[in-house]
């Protein structure tokens, strides 16, 4: 076959993949850098369930294959929420809302876990509300810009329950108080209060979201992927770690970091007074 036909085929088959996505619960598009990951349920306030979960980890596995994304980001379809949480209908219809008896682990752990491990950059997108598992994300990510509209809130005592899965990435983020309070109260946060406690890095209005997020995408698009890369390896590790700890692993890293590609290009860029061509190696 031509080289051109072959080329051609690869092409219409991304195009025919891409396409065949739309009617998917989770969309997977690359541009540039950014690959964006978004829950397109906007029928169902972009609500959690399981193959929800299951398809963002497939997204970010994805994006973590592809040399070309250098971002990752999450959003949710439309304009009024970003993710409700799970799915509570699925769950009074008797549905795996909750947990799986047959299944270890819950959906929405797998789904923290994956972007705890992520070693790309991840930016939350928060386009309406983040409640529940939605605040779960927002807080599991590296990155958060925030429309001036939305709310990030823990309503699950109101139905008689706790939000045991998504204590962990919130307990990283929030003050100790100020999460017990949204927990016990069922309170959620202004975008506003959002930023005061630091759950998100920045509150735009609606028309000005997508800016911030290119801003920020381009920002680290220009960074070196590969002092990223082991920058997120390293900070994770060190999260659960004494200091001592801490310091002998970033001992131990500096030097690995020093030794790469990415580093002595760096380098060279600064004493040449030229911009680094990254190779990410």
Known sequence: MPVGSERKTAETRVKEEMHSMDSEAVLVRREANETRITINRPDRRNALNREVAEQIIAGIAQAEADPECRVIVLTGAGDQAFCAGGDIKAGADGGPFILDPAQPGHFAGQLFEALDV??????????????????GI???????????HARIGTPEVKIGLFPMTIIPPMMRVLPRRKLVEMFLTGVPLTAEEALRYNVVNYVTDAAGLDAKVAELVALISAQSPTAIRLGKYGYQAMADMTFPQQMRLGETLLPRVAQTEDAREGFAAFIEKRKPNWTGR
């Open 138 to 148: 927002v807080c599991a990510c590296d990155l958060a810009v925030m429309a001036d």
């Open 118 to 135: 992520c070693r790309k950059p991840t930016i939350a997108r928060v386009n309406g509300a983040a409640v529940g598992g939605g605040a």
